[in-house]
Nanobody, 117 residues
């Protein structure tokens, strides 16, 4: 059974970079044809898909976040990571990592990130 676990700071200052890591167990992030994504949910709002890194390392980003977002991976640790630059309080949200196989079929538990000085 695939499990995903987010980790990273729960508080980030405005204008700084938000960095989160997702550790995957029970399956390899290089297995065809899965993709590994980041999704967030601001308070009182719906889910927002941020971007994905595929099994072959290719990346795709939401157009609205593309200029500030990077997703990378460390295959030796079976982890993938999110960096969101120049954050503002509007980036406060619960951040989830997930596996996609055409649709999301496994979720991490989510981690709260608050942007505040």
């Amino acid at each position: 059974q695939v499990q995903l676990q987010e980790s990273g700071p729960g508080l980030v200052k405005p204008s700084q970079t938000l960095s989160l890591t997702c550790t995957v167990s029970g399956g390899s992030i290089t297995t065809s044809y899965y993709a590994w994504s980041w999704i967030r949910q601001p308070p009182g709002k719906g889910l927002e898909w941020m971007g994905v890194i595929a099994y072959d390392g290719s990346t795709y980003y939401s157009p609205s976040l593309k200029s500030r977002t990077s997703i990378s991976r460390d295959t030796s640790k079976n982890q993938f990571s999110l960096q969101l630059r120049s954050v503002s309080p509007e980036d406060t949200a619960v951040y989830y990592c997930a596996r996609e196989d055409g649709r999301v079929d496994h979720w991490g538990q989510g981690t709260q990130v608050t942007v505040s000085s």
